[in-house]
Structure formats: structure tokens, C-alpha cells
């Protein structure tokens, strides 16, 4: 059954109509109107705007979530910190080298433009 406002055909009409007397989602719309939709008994929200999931709660449901999230290895904690190791050890490496050169220059035995 569609709802009429004089000749002008509002829509289907629901069970959660305007004069709905249960709780309502009331979430801030992308219109910038509040959601008119009913909201579920545990968290007070509707299905788009907090739905029934309240995510992952134990340490196995946390660790699986983190690992389905991965989409490459690259910016795992692990390899992060691989690669800050091997940046350390590339700057003392660097840094040794420059010494060893400075006094290489400084003894006479290589030249200077080198």
C-alpha cells in the first residue's frame, strides 16, 4: 500500500512509518538529517549506521581480523623493523667507511678527489 499527500504518491508504506512509536537509529545521514530507520535493542543503532557486529574481542579474533587485513607483507611490524636494522647498520657502515677515507686522505696515500 503506497502513502498519497493529497495527489502526490510518498512512497511503500512499512511498518516503521512516521508514526512508528519505536526507537529509531538516529544517526547523522549524509544529508545531515537523522536516520528514521528502527534500531536494534543492543547497541541503538540500525544495520547501516552500527549494525549487530561489535568486532573481534578475544586475542585469536583479534589475530585473525589483523591477518585478513594484510594485503602484502611489506608493512608488517616485522619487517619494518628489518628494515630500520638494516638502515642503522647501512649509516655505521657509511660512517666507517667516510673515517676510513679521511685518514687514508689524511696519510697521503689517496688522493683527495677520490
Given at each position: 500500500?503506497?502513502?498519497?499527500?493529497?495527489?502526490?504518491?510518498?512512497?511503500?508504506?512499512?511498518?516503521f512509518g512516521p508514526n512508528w512509536p519505536g526507537k529509531r537509529c538516529l544517526a547523522k545521514t549524509r544529508r545531515g538529517t537523522e536516520c528514521q530507520?528502527?534500531?536494534?535493542?543492543?547497541?541503538g543503532r540500525c544495520r547501516l549506521h552500527g549494525g549487530?557486529?561489535?568486532g573481534a574481542r578475544t586475542p585469536e579474533g583479534l589475530?585473525?581480523?589483523?591477518?585478513?587485513n594484510i594485503k602484502h607483507g611489506r608493512q608488517t611490524?616485522?619487517?619494518?623493523e628489518a628494515q630500520r636494522h638494516?638502515?642503522?647498520?647501512?649509516?655505521?657502515?657509511m660512517g666507517?667507511?667516510?673515517?676510513?677515507?679521511r685518514q687514508l686522505v689524511d696519510a697521503g696515500l689517496m688522493p683527495e678527489d677520490a
Open positions: 500500500m503506497k502513502l498519497t499527500k493529497g495527489n502526490v504518491t510518498i512512497g511503500i508504506q512499512t511498518r530507520r528502527a534500531a536494534y535493542k543492543n547497541n549487530l557486529s561489535t589475530q585473525r581480523i589483523s591477518e585478513a611490524k616485522d619487517k619494518l638494516a638502515a642503522e647498520v647501512g649509516r655505521r657502515v666507517e667507511l667516510k673515517r676510513l677515507e
